[in-house]
């Protein structure tokens, strides 16, 4: 075939050839690249080296010397395993390279990978026996392995005589002293080797640990400031000396130091300052500094946002707004208005405006379909609206954008538990952890999530590793708490609570005494002696600190203590009657029921006009089965103290109990009368008078008919109270009163919270029918039944299962014309 004008074609064709003709090969290329590479390291341009080194490995991925150099960068800059991983590829092209030998077992031993470290140090030996850190790597590993600790330390000494700056050999010296708990001569033995190596962070961090060991505040305080100024860039440092100056009351000094590693112009700097200033003054000094920066800075929109961020914390969410709107106002489009608007629409969901919220975040995300922060909050909307599903589609994009955001995994979590998987939310939450390098909140979601899962172990575990990153936080403790009261590990709880008391927080007081009262609670197996403490702390006064100071001694297994003294305060005043029921309290709670008894029935005779020790008896006599003691105690009780609410209750339910429902209602009507507001008796009364009443009015006697109007009377003091057990008994008498939908409101979630309780569920199935959920009735009546065989009462069985065989007729029937449901056999 003939190609059309070639002459043309010549001259470019020979221009390139002859241009080709002068060009380098690869590899004088990569040669370059690598020169360029070491003179950037050498003006200390680290990033540009880096991507010098790697034009080289575009060209030649061989070339050994750039392999070192980079591995050496990467260690510099902390990335241990990708510093491992280059030395080990030079190794597979120069297996006797010295000094990738000599570098990969100082990081493997760093690593603890004691194994290969030896394989290494035993070729860089073999290659220079004579080099001095290799020789300090030998020793580091025999003195590990103390199989011959005389000669490591020998050979450490020589090697700090000839080579100083070998910090290794130093570390092994400090090591003898710490293992003989010599903490002077570890401390001599550091600052030597500080002498050597002034500027070696490892040595100070060693320092800084042996100086805690010691207990030297001053020294501890004198010795970060020295590092803050050798190591600026190290904030972990930087913290601490800013949390050594607020635990020695020296907030000015704290904050000084916070905005002195401030550089000029830094936007997340001064506004770590303003997170400072909230979190230890408070709002006011906080938004103070930030009407500083919006004053002075000429882009002030981060400090505005933040100013509103404040706003809407602080319960003013009307000012929030209405400063983002303003923000907004002319704004074009940028990553910054976006930010703004997602800050917005977050603000508005929050305050119930949800469609203009979502309008914000569809206009965020037609920009930019990928933005994390609006899909994060898209999310979250429906999750709240049912749609779980849209809602991992939603975080799985997100993730895309924000790889390594630890609450688009949180979100993901609680869609997968709305979409009924705990499984993979258990996964999501795992990684939320592991991505926020075990994160505070991450870390305690993950370990309430274990807890349910009956896992205290690994939530220990998450919690642990939690508390080296925060060693302060006292939510963190509370759960590690709770944990060890869950495993009855009683010294580690009140190790626990006894740090959080230690604290100068209201926060860390209120969380131990939290604890104290779940670990009384744990330890009172009858739990007159926690009921006696909630009662007598709720009366204020001297009552409520003896109350607080028995049972943080009881929380804390100190009974003999608590008992001293409640016998030394009854020696000075034998009518001391909180003292007398605490006494017996404790009694009970050890479980020596026949010395709490004598006790209470002791302080029924010092103070025979007081209803409490009656009360006290009743309920120790009635955790014993001694029902018939019980109410022999209860109207001796009304006889001498008069009218008691929780004995004449003790009445009542004790008629009830033995069939006698006459006189049950006499007492629940006689309680009602004198309090209205004792919402048991009015549950009960009205509970007992509805009992029995069929549901189709026609099959009603007039007495039916009288006794549910007295019920729906008693009833209404019920009406809106989110207890299951009231909401089981309004619902039902809702539902007699032929108001079905209504009393589904009600018996639903009490059915849901009441699961072994089987006329909860057959009240709800019998409101689910009369609705035509065939679905939920037919559900609903099985966990009757069930609980029924599991001993629950239930009187209706037989018209369950009638009404469980009209189910299946009405689906066998034609949808469109069901046959009329049949009334209900009564309640």
Not at 410 to 434: C, D, F, K, P, Y
Not at 451 to 463: V, Y
Request: glycine fraction near 8%.
């Amino acid at each position: 075939m003939r190609l059309p004008r070639p002459l043309p074609l010549l001259p470019a064709l020979m221009a390139t050839t002859l241009a080709l003709a002068g060009c380098d090969t690869a590899e004088e290329r990569a040669e370059k690249h690598y020169q360029r590479g070491l003179a950037l390291v050498e003006q200390g341009e680290t990033a540009r080296a880096l991507l010098e080194f790697r034009n080289v490995f575009r060209l030649d991925n061989a070339h050994a010397p750039a392999l070192n150099q980079y591995a050496a960068l990467l260690e510099a800059q902390d990335d241990t395993q990708g510093a491992a991983k280059h030395y080990l590829r030079v190794l597979e092209i120069e297996p006797h390279d010295f000094t990738a030998h000599q570098r990969l077992a100082r990081i493997l031993i760093g690593l603890q990978d004691y194994g290969e470290a030896e394989i290494h140090v035993s070729e860089a030996l073999r290659l220079e026996p004579g080099d001095p850190l290799a020789r300090a790597l030998r020793a580091t590993l025999d003195f590990r392995a103390g199989t011959n600790r005389a000669a490591a330390l020998a050979e450490a000494r020589a090697v700090t005589q000839e080579a100083p700056e070998v910090v290794a050999a130093h570390m092994i010296l400090i090591a003898d002293r710490l293992n003989a708990e010599d903490i002077a001569g570890a401390l001599d033995r550091v600052d030597a080797a500080l002498d050597a190596v002034p500027g070696d962070e490892g040595l100070h961090l060693a320092r800084l640990s042996i100086l805690e060991e010691t207990g030297d505040i001053d020294a501890i305080g004198a010795e970060l400031a020295r590092m803050v100024g050798l190591f600026p860039e190290n904030d972990g440092v930087r913290d601490a000396l800013i949390q050594w100056h607020l635990q020695a009351g020296d907030a000015e000094e704290a904050e000084a130091v916070l905005r002195a590693g401030a550089a000029p112009g830094d936007t997340d700097a001064a506004l770590e300052v303003v997170q400072f200033l909230y979190g230890l003054q408070g709002p006011e000094a906080a938004i103070a500094e930030l009407e500083r920066l919006i004053a002075e800075t000429e882009a002030p929109g981060p400090y505005i946002r933040a100013r509103a961020g404040i706003d809407f914390t602080e319960g003013r969410p009307e000012a929030a707004i209405a400063a983002l709107r303003a923000l907004l106002e002319g704004a074009e489009a940028s990553e910054e208005t976006r930010e703004t608007q997602v800050m917005l629409a977050g603000m508005l969901a929050g305050t119930g405006a949800g469609a203009e919220s979502a309008a914000l975040i569809e206009t965020v995300l037609t920009e930019e379909r990928g933005h994390a922060g609006a899909l994060k909050l898209r999310a979250q909307a429906r999750i709240d609206t049912g749609d779980p599903d849209g809602a991992i589609r939603d975080l799985r994009l997100a993730l895309i954008e924000t790889p390594e955001d630890p609450e688009i995994m949180t979100l993901m979590a609680l869609a997968h538990e709305a979409a009924g998987s705990r499984e993979l939310m258990g996964e999501r939450l795992a990684l939320a952890v592991q991505i926020s390098q075990n994160g505070v909140a991450e870390s305690l979601r993950y370990a309430a999530y274990l807890m349910q899962e009956d896992r205290p172990g690994p939530a220990r575990d998450i919690l642990r590793e939690a508390l080296r990153r925060a060693p302060e936080d006292p939510e963190i403790r509370h759960m590690l708490g709770r944990i060890a009261i869950s495993e009855r590990n009683w010294t580690e709880a009140v190790r626990i609570m006894d740090r959080l008391q230690a604290g100068s927080t209201p926060r860390e007081l209120a969380l131990a005494t939290s604890l104290e009262a779940e670990s009384l609670a744990a330890r009172d197996e009858t739990g007159l002696l926690t009921e006696l403490v909630e009662s007598m702390a709720r009366a204020g006064g001297a009552e409520t600190e003896l109350a607080r100071q028995v049972g943080a001694w009881a929380a804390r297994g100190q009974t003999a203590a608590a008992r001293d003294h409640l016998d030394a305060l009854l020696q000075d005043n034998p009518a001391n009657l909180p003292a007398h029921l605490l006494r017996a309290g404790l009694r009970a709670a050890e479980g020596e029921q026949a010395q709490a008894e004598a006790l209470y029935r002791e302080a029924i005779t010092a103070i025979p006009s007081d209803a409490r020790p009656y009360e006290a008896l009743v309920i120790l006599l009635s955790t014993q089965g001694r029902e018939a003691d019980a109410a022999s105690v209860a109207r001796e009780g009304i006889a001498a103290a008069g009218a008691s609410a929780p004995l004449q209750l003790t009445l009542a339910s004790l008629a009830e109990a033995k069939g006698d429902i006459p006189r049950a209602v006499e007492l629940y009507e006689a309680l009602h009368d004198a309090d209205p507001e004792n919402l048991v008796a009015a549950n009960n009364l009205a509970s007992l008078l509805s009992a029995g009443i069929p549901a189709d009015p026609s099959g009603r006697s007039a007495q039916d008919a009288a006794r549910l109007a007295r019920a729906a009377e008693v009833a209404r003091g019920l009406e809106g109270i989110a207890v299951p057990p009231l909401q089981d008994t309004y619902g039902w008498i809702l539902f007699l009163q032929g108001d079905a939908e209504t009393a589904r409101i009600y018996l639903e979630p009490a059915a849901a919270a009441l699961r072994e309780n089987a006329q909860a569920q057959y009240h709800f199935a019998e409101a689910a029918f009369a609705l035509e959920d065939w679905d939920a009735a037919e559900a609903g009546l099985a966990r009757a039944l069930e609980a029924e065989v599991a001993g629950s009462p239930l009187p209706q069985a037989e018209a369950a299962r009638a009404r469980l065989e009209e189910i299946e007729s009405l689906r066998a029937a034609d949808p469109a014309t069901p046959p009329a449901p049949a009334p209900a056999q009564g309640g």
